[in-house]
């Protein structure tokens, strides 16, 4: 995954995705907090963990519904 594609769907109009991993392994990012981008990106996991992965390791970034009217969030 290119870093600066990514950086540039966080910055511009956030959705929430979801990243997918070459190892099959999946990471919700449903707020831009959620994410932090440099050499490396780093996400939160589902524990409140943060999670190292290396931009070559990102196979896909899938949209996931937003939440609305303050319903509960699954991560």
Do not use: W, Y
Request: hydrophobic share 40%; net charge positive; charged share 25%.
């Amino acid at each position: 995954m290119n870093v600066q594609m990514l950086i540039c769907r966080v910055r511009s109009g956030f959705r929430p995705f979801t990243l997918r991993l070459t190892d099959g392994r999946a990471f919700s990012v449903p707020h831009p907090e959620f994410i932090a981008i440099g050499r490396a990106v780093v996400v939160v996991d589902r524990d409140g963990f943060p999670v190292n992965i290396d931009p070559l390791h990102i196979v896909s970034l899938d949209d996931r519904p937003s939440r609305k009217n303050g319903g509960s969030h699954r991560r």
